[in-house]
């Protein structure tokens, strides 16, 4: 778990309390992309209860056991945010591609489009097309 004085692992350069530490003790994220940096951070941190709460109930898988992955777990080695967009006040598109690592094999780079919705002032993460 980063402490207050690390840098967020999200890749803003900021430390953890002033960049996703608030959106992980449960301040809600303004931004669908605060919201899609904090996920990352908590992927990262192994923050699963985070990433269920942040996960829209219409996709929300029934449980997220990062423990359980196969091994070699990843190594989270970066973010790039590519894009964000509101086609209206309450939905939003966030683009990324996020580098890895399984084991010591060479670094993976994930691009994924996702897709958030405002309700009741929170975002939530939807889904996302990955390639």
Request: aromatic residues 10%; contains cysteine; glycine residues 8%.
């Amino acid at each position: 778990m980063a402490t207050t004085d690390t840098t967020c692992p999200c890749g803003t350069g900021k430390p953890y309390s002033a960049c996703c530490g608030p959106w992980h003790a449960g301040t809600p994220a303004p931004t669908a992309e605060a919201l899609m940096r904090s996920r990352y951070s908590a992927y990262v941190m192994g923050l699963e209860a985070y990433l269920i709460a942040t996960w829209h109930p219409s996709s929300r898988p029934v449980s997220l056991d990062l423990s359980q992955q196969p091994s070699p777990k990843p190594t989270w080695l970066g973010l790039t945010v590519k894009r964000h967009e509101n086609p209206t006040a309450d939905t939003a598109v966030v683009e990324f591609v996020a580098r890895l690592r399984y084991g010591g094999g060479s670094a993976r780079k994930m691009h994924e489009v996702s897709r958030f919705v405002r309700e009741d002032g929170r975002w939530y993460y939807i889904d996302g097309d990955v390639d």
